[in-house]
């Protein structure tokens, strides 16, 4: 069965700190991994994609199937980045349901 | 349509009543996915749609919670005789038929069991 882990439900840290969201996922079969963000009064977006191996905002996260984990990271923080942030994970290849973990609220201390 | 589109925004009932509740996604997505998000809470799946195939309906509560979708259109996840524990705010997403494509989520439709 797939499972998604996010164990901090709220983080707070500094403006210019560094921040990391931790995410660890189970699933049998080659996951693909998602963070998806919602700022305040806004929809559920998507943030970025393992496939994508892009940088959005100054995030990244790398998909370690090692430690089965995909964790969020950003060197310096923003105020603009406290959000709440969840992790998700959907079965490779074709349509594939869409698991969330229970998110983490992140605010970034003036 | 330019987005996931969901109706009503917010819907107040009394307990035991019967709540519909409305789910346009975007055209040409085959996937449609609902969630419940309580409040202070994560998201909780319910059933997800793809295409003609029959839906995965794990993540329904209890009986009480059911869901339809037409073809590849709207969608309507109804609650009956519903109890306060079902306040929440329930979330619609669709996306296209491939893996790894992005899910596109409604604003939501507020419920409050009073």
């Known amino acids: 069965a797939q499972r998604v882990t996010q164990p901090e439900k709220l983080l707070s840290v500094f403006k210019g700190a560094p921040v990391e969201l931790k995410c660890n996922y189970s699933?049998?079969?080659?996951?693909?991994l998602f963070w998806y963000v919602q700022y305040s009064r806004q929809r559920l977006q998507l943030l970025l994609r393992?496939?994508s191996r892009e940088s959005i905002k100054g995030f990244t996260a790398d998909l370690n199937k090692g430690e089965t984990s995909f964790h969020l990271k950003k060197p310096f923080a923003q105020e603009e980045d406290s959000a709440m942030y969840y992790c998700?994970?959907?079965?490779?290849?074709?349509?594939?349901?869409?698991?969330f973990g229970t998110g983490t609220r992140l605010t970034v201390i003036p | 349509g330019a987005g996931v589109s969901q109706s009503p925004s917010n819907k107040v009932t009394e307990k035991g009543k019967d709540v519909e509740l409305r789910c346009d996604p975007i055209?040409?997505?085959?996937?449609l996915y609902w969630y419940r998000q309580r409040l202070g809470q994560g998201l909780e799946f319910l059933i997800y749609?793809?295409?003609?195939?029959?839906?995965?309906k794990s993540g329904l509560p209890s009986d009480r919670f059911s869901a339809e979708r037409t073809g590849e259109s709207v969608s309507t996840l109804t609650i009956q005789r519903t109890q306060q524990e079902d306040s929440a705010v329930y979330l619609c997403?669709?996306?296209?038929?491939?893996?790894?494509?992005?899910?596109?989520f409604g604003q939501g439709t507020r419920l409050t069991v009073v």
């Open positions: 997403a669709s996306s296209l038929a491939r893996g790894g494509t992005e899910a596109f």
């Open positions: 699933y049998s079969g080659s996951p693909e």
């Open positions: 393992h496939i």
């Open positions: 998700a994970l959907s079965g490779q290849g074709g349509a594939n349901n869409l698991f």
């Open positions: 055209s040409g997505h085959t996937a």
């Open positions: 749609f793809q295409g003609n195939s029959a839906p995965d």
